[in-house]
């Protein structure tokens, strides 16, 4: 069932949000190598302010958030970046997820940014799903990547790369 959301920038008075959304993730220990949430500030400062949004429901609770960060500052890498996408664990299988990735390809696609890529635990299966029915295709996986809690874990590495610009694989 698709959930009645509005899609709007991230600001700053979404952070406390969003941040739970994020650490909720974490803690189901599928979503990221990360153990544990930054503060708003160094969230802020990593993510690309242009192509970042929320998902709010009719009440004005943050149901999901989606966020861009560039992968390198190297001119040939100007069109692509990395992304995240987290949905608070009531809000998910009700298309969330979903409008969030719309919404962050249009917006990258506006701004010419012809990849975007994404790293994903090959476990969780759900963001694999998500990611292949918005236009992401796999890439490979890499193999013992990092470690997590201890344990060597891989990572899925999808892309999306726009037909808009002329960059689609074919």
């Not at 190598?33 to 802020?44: I, L, Y």
């Not at 242009?50 to 190297?74: C, K, N």
Request: proline letters at 3%; aromatic letters at 8%; charged letters at 20%.
């Amino acid at each position: 069932m698709t959930m009645v959301v509005r899609i709007v920038p991230m600001l700053p008075e979404h952070a406390e949000q969003v941040l739970a959304i994020y650490q909720a993730g974490i803690d189901e220990g599928d979503a990221t190598f990360e153990t544990a949430a930054p503060d708003w500030a160094s969230f802020d400062a990593a993510k690309l302010a242009e192509h970042r949004f929320v998902a709010l429901d009719t009440g004005e609770a943050v149901l999901g958030w989606v966020a861009a960060s560039a992968v390198s500052d190297r001119c040939a890498y100007a069109g692509v970046v990395e992304h995240s996408v987290y949905v608070h664990p009531d809000a998910r299988g009700r298309g969330v997820a979903r409008a969030l990735l719309d919404t962050l390809v249009s917006s990258t696609e506006r701004a010419g940014i012809w990849t975007i890529q994404s790293g994903i635990f090959p476990e969780n299966t759900a963001s694999l799903a998500l990611h292949e029915r918005a236009g992401f295709r796999v890439v490979g996986t890499r193999e013992r990547i990092g470690r997590h809690h201890g344990v060597w874990r891989d990572v899925v590495l999808l892309e999306r790369r726009s037909a808009v610009l002329g960059t689609g694989v074919r």
